[in-house]
């Protein structure tokens, strides 16, 4: 039988969950086994968003989807059509030709999201691992590695990794208070030389801040630096043109933009100067950038869900940024005191980082359980931390401990912005009033 701490989510009760009512016996209970009405699906199939009933928990409204989107039906099916038949991708036969051409199909069509050649894209179990690659290979020569405050754990923890004998050799860009690098700290960082790769993200996960890769891309080259972006919460978001931004290597995760999870890829560039430096040895897979029988039913998925992103591209930025925006200004006029993170002029469309001054965010969200958003602090390894990127912004611990993160997405519709604006109205009411009584 599983103890109830099996399936207790994150959070943990504090003095705040006590005063709304949360005993420690029941305060993971309450809120996340209430039932909720269904919320209709018909305005997405009207506005053209297929989702089947599956896809989304009835009654949840999910405004999370920097953290995972709903995989789209064009991946479910082809990542399904592949599990159905047999077959390596490596293997002569004719059903491992088959697979290796479901694979070429999916290859292609990442690499046309992307606008890049087919042959310059590794596939790997995520952007985690496209991450370490492109970083542990750039500097296995040696060299210094440069990133900003506000990178995603999967570079941050990775750079502090391979510079840990040597902590001179991790340069850390700081960010402004709308969490933009400014050029002049790169172009200080490399003017000490020796600069073996530049990682900066091209959206941040957290504030929706988006990066001017195209300049820095243009320093690092001018110093000799490789330059990597971790683009996993912009592809499929935003057109990314390869061809336009000169980065050499981009990581990507597929079920950011509505793929399976644990598939993503690694961009390198053709021609660039990469030492050879595999994390995984083996077989010859992936130019033996990447040994191991591949994932054929995770990357037919990922390439379905890129042409799937591709294909909507112009329509879904405009709708999910009108959706945002109108999430956005509701709960500002009308709870007031709130602070939105992160520069309002480079965002991502789906994003918006919300301090509620005066109202916790665990309780904030703990008290709206219909609704899937998210803190704006790292709570991965159990222990809620204040966010690094807020932190990083000059914002304070008990502003970042009062921010949420919603993330909208190419599924979500009007009805799911009604109801985490009512939902989020009453939570923080709420929560300001059960801080405001004296104990
Ligand atoms: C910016 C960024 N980089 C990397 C990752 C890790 O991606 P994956 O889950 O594919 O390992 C994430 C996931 O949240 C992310 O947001």
Avoid at 125 to 143: D, K, P
Avoid at 266 to 279: D, E, K, M
Avoid at 293 to 316: K, M, Q, Y
Wanted: contains cysteine; proline residues 5%.
């Amino acid at each position: 039988m599983h103890s109830p701490n099996a399936r207790k989510p994150r959070l943990r009760p504090t003095r705040i969950h006590r005063q709304l009512g949360f005993t420690v016996d029941n305060w993971w209970k309450l809120p996340h086994r209430r039932e909720q009405p269904p919320v209709a699906q018909t305005d997405q199939r009207e506005a053209g968003w297929i989702v089947t009933e599956r896809t989304l928990d009835s009654g949840l409204t999910y405004l999370d989807y920097n953290a995972t989107a709903p995989m789209r039906p064009e991946a479910r099916e082809a990542a399904l059509a592949s599990m159905e038949t047999v077959g390596n991708a490596s293997s002569a036969h004719r059903s491992g030709r088959d697979a290796a051409q479901r694979v070429d199909e999916a290859r292609r069509q990442v690499a046309d999201l992307l606008n890049c050649s087919p042959g310059e894209i590794i596939f790997t179990s995520g952007a985690t691992e496209a991450n370490n690659l492109a970083l542990r290979a750039a500097h296995s020569v040696g060299g210094t590695v440069i990133t900003s405050t506000v990178e995603h754990p999967a570079v941050l923890e990775t750079a502090k990794n391979l510079t840990a004998t040597t902590p001179d050799a991790l340069r850390l860009l700081a960010v402004d208070a709308d969490g933009l690098v400014d050029i002049d700290g790169l172009h200080a960082a490399l003017s000490a030389g020796d600069v073996a790769i530049v990682s900066l993200m091209a959206g941040n996960n957290e504030t929706g801040v988006l990066t001017d890769l195209a300049p820095l891309a243009e320093a690092a080259h001018a110093a000799g630096a490789l330059f990597h972006t971790d683009a996993t919460q912009m592809v499929g978001r935003l057109p990314f043109d390869l061809a336009e931004v000169d980065v050499d290597l981009l990581s990507l995760s597929a079920h950011k933009f509505g793929g399976p999870q644990g598939v993503g890829a690694l961009f390198v560039r053709r021609g660039i100067a990469l030492p050879y430096h595999p994390l995984i040895f083996g077989g010859g897979q992936e130019r033996g950038w990447r040994a191991g029988t591949l994932n054929v039913a995770g990357i037919t998925g990922a390439g379905a869900a890129a042409a799937a992103a591709h294909r909507g591209l112009a329509e879904e930025i405009a709708r999910v940024a009108r959706l945002r925006d109108l999430l956005e200004s509701a709960l500002v006029e009308q709870l007031g005191d709130c602070r939105i993170n992160g520069s309002l002029d480079y965002r991502l469309p789906g994003v918006t980082s919300i301090t509620f001054h005066g109202a916790p965010a665990d309780a904030v969200l703990t008290a709206m359980p219909d609704v899937a958003a998210s803190e704006g602090s790292a709570c991965s390894s159990g222990a809620p931390s204040p966010s690094h990127v807020l932190l990083a912004m000059g914002r304070s611990r008990e502003e970042a401990d009062s921010t949420v993160r919603f993330s909208l997405g190419y599924a979500s519709t009007r009805a799911d912005v009604d109801q985490a604006i009512a939902s989020t109205i009453r939570a923080v009411r709420q929560v300001r009033a059960a801080l405001a009584i004296p104990i």
